[in-house]
């Protein structure tokens, strides 16, 4: 999947605040990070939501037992659609989702080329897509996105 105009955005985002340090990225641009337990009745189902108020105010909800290497890269996929999606007021990211839409492809290949997550396939020969993954810190659908 190549998505020139979501490679513009990162780039003019990396230009901008001269980081693609994810954390800073969201104090840059004012979005509060809220962690809860995966106990809690908001993030049941899920690992993290984005959600935009009426007002505009943004906030994403994350698990707080997420391994930091994998919480960066749920980050960065909410990212991708607070400034991708932004006719939006809600997504919730699950990695167990089968069938992702558009949206939601969209934001992984955000996350993916923020972070600036390359797969190498000549060192990842053999590999399952499942060890890439693990070896990558990200979610398995999310690599279906990616080029190799």
Request: aromatic letters at 14%; a neutral charge.
């Amino acid at each position: 999947m190549n998505l020139p105009w979501v490679d513009d955005i990162i780039a003019g985002l990396v230009e901008i605040y001269k980081t693609r340090n994810i954390h800073e990225l969201y104090q840059q641009l004012d979005i509060e990070i809220i962690k809860f337990s995966k106990d809690n009745i908001l993030l049941r189902k899920g690992e993290a939501m984005y959600q935009r108020n009426y007002f505009g105010k943004e906030v994403v909800f994350i698990r707080d037992d997420l391994e930091y290497k994998y919480e960066k890269f749920i980050l960065a996929h909410e990212l991708g659609h607070a400034l991708l999606h932004t006719k939006i007021y809600q997504a919730a990211y699950n990695n167990k989702l089968i069938n992702k839409g558009k949206l939601e492809k969209q934001a992984d290949y955000f996350a993916l080329k923020l972070l600036n997550i390359k797969i190498d396939s000549i060192y990842y020969e053999g590999f399952t897509i499942e060890q890439i993954s693990k070896a990558l810190y990200v979610n398995e659908k999310s690599l279906e996105v990616y080029s190799i």
